[in-house]
């Protein structure tokens, strides 16, 4: 028996003291908290994220559950269960789309930089947290994915003219690569490409998806456009190595999305540093710190940096990204974190978006 009764608003009251970094509100007013009981001594709730790949849950846990012991009489246990809802952010989707929560533009200024590898990897490691994800190659004439995700089956027409999704490393998948496979060239303009990827977007059973990852052709040109003319893209990501030239023509393509009134969820700088397998000596063969450097100067979040690893190469001949072939090796380690501040920032711009819609309503 405890000489106070402990109740809901007292646990309430001492959750308040958590407070989410990224969106700067505590987890009660945020309605984090659900499935709130008390057993005696005894109280359990959840903790409901906005992703499953938040970076900062287990710290959000111990400060939760830490703060009901210390501030609530009584309390001798706290049982603390993390769950997480991947909300949508407010858009003018189609209803073909209405199930798609995010749609992440992945972008590069020119090709060769290792864009669809990175898509790949945040695709896949995303959905290893237990998000449903999707992952659509956009690059219509030089489609890369279905050799990168060379597992599972791939996409296929059904007979009512919806395509379903192929699917390897619990991602879903679909590009023009599965419709015409092998080396033979599409030779289309634009209004072919155009309508390509509306078809490749919209008439694909995506079902419930958490985030849709497009993996974009380098540069910026009629696809960019279709897809933003298309559906609500939530943000956009540029994938960039250290050396100026790959910067600044990066920087045509994050000009565009920002023309376009796409918000920029970050910056990755990919082929960074390399370090010697053999006498761990680092070598800065395209530089390095530039994508950062840029990222400061323009107020955009630097996602992080990934190495010039062989392992990457390798696997991603091989079909299995390096973040599930070596989840521990170094790059592996990078696309995991940049994956979780991705999620973060998704995060943070639907929760500005949900609050401005709040605020004009």
């Known amino acids: 028996m405890t000489d106070v009764a402990i109740r809901e608003d007292m646990v309430l009251d001492a959750l308040r003291a958590v407070m989410d970094p990224d969106l700067n509100r505590d987890i009660v007013s945020l ?39 210390s501030k609530v009489p009584g309390v001798k246990d706290v049982l603390v269960n993390m769950t997480s809802e991947v909300r949508r952010a407010p858009g003018p989707d189609t209803s073909v789309l209405k199930n798609v929560r995010n749609i992440i533009a992945v972008g590069s200024g020119k090709g060769g930089v290792g864009k669809s590898t990175v ?9 290893g947290s237990g998000a449903r994800v999707g992952l659509l190659d956009a690059d219509i004439y030089g489609p890369s994915i279905p050799i990168l995700m060379r597992a599972g089956h791939p996409a296929e027409p059904r007979e009512d003219n919806v395509i379903e999704p192929g699917l390897a490393h619990g991602v879903k998948l679909m590009s023009m690569g599965y419709m015409s496979p ?3 060239p599409l030779i289309w303009r634009g209004p072919m490409a155009h309508k390509a990827l509306q078809q490749c977007l919209l008439g694909v059973n995506w079902g419930e998806l958490d985030y849709l990852v497009v993996d ?19 943000g956009a990501v ?18 565009m999305f920002q023309q376009t009134k796409v918000h920029l969820l970050g910056i990755v700088e990919n082929m960074s540093t390399y370090v010697c397998p ?38 991603s001949d091989e079909g299995t990204p390096v973040v599930l072939s070596e989840p521990e090796s170094p790059s592996g380690k990078a ?8 999620a973060q920032q998704v ?12 605020v004009e309503e």
């Open 31 to 69: 309605n984090f908290i659900r499935n709130l009981k008390i057993e005696g001594t005894t109280v359990s709730f959840d903790v409901n994220l906005t992703t499953p790949a938040c970076p900062v849950k287990d710290r959000l846990r111990d400060q939760s559950k830490q703060a009901v012991l």
């Open 278 to 315: 053999h006498c761990g000596e680092r070598d800065d063969l395209f530089g390095h710190g530039g994508a950062k450097r840029a990222a400061e100067s323009l107020g955009v979040p630097f996602l992080g940096e990934i190495p010039l690893d062989a392992a990457i190469r390798r696997y």
């Open 238 to 255: 540029i994938v960039s190595t250290p050396q100026d030239v790959g910067l600044q023509i990066s920087m045509k393509t994050l000009r």
């Open 216 to 234: 974009l052709p380098p540069g910026t040109g009629d696809v960019h456009l279709t897809l933003v003319q298309t559906a609500s893209v939530t």
């Open 335 to 342: 696309f995991q974190e940049i994956a979780g501040k991705l």
């Open 182 to 184: 092998g080396d033979q």
């Open 347 to 358: 995060s943070i711009q639907t929760f500005k978006r949900i609050a401005l819609t709040v």
């Open 119 to 127: 898509a790949a990897n945040l695709a896949v490691s995303l959905a």
